[in-house]
């Protein structure tokens, strides 16, 4: 009888560790993915900068955005940069890839237009097919 009680209890201790420890990591990823838009440029997002030369600000996208024109760059320190508050809709000049793979972007929102592509790790001046006039964005199409 006490050997029943004792895995019972033991059963009924791994259960609750694996729904708190369920709810701590998923509590952890929605955190982690919230940080996108805020300016900081981090791993595994593509920055888009209002100037060239990564110059200026940022605007910084997790995954993919199909419509530019709600976005604004965004400056996280208490200094002002060129661009702060314009829309990031065809006022790209820069970008810098921070993720490992491929990112796309479009001319026009919801990934219509021309679609060039920005690979893992690259960072670079937009084009003239692209400078200030990228509209969306996708990391897998």
Known sequence: MRT???IRKASAFAVT???LGGAVLGSAGSAAAATHADGI???GELGLYYNSGQGGCVFDVYVYDNDFTDNRFKDPSSINCPGEGQTTNDNTASYRNRWSGTYYVWTDVFREGIRGSIPGGYVGNATDNYKNKISSSADKI
């Open 41 to 43: 440029l981090e791993s």
């Open 4 to 6: 029943d009680r004792v």
């Open 17 to 19: 560790a694996v729904v």
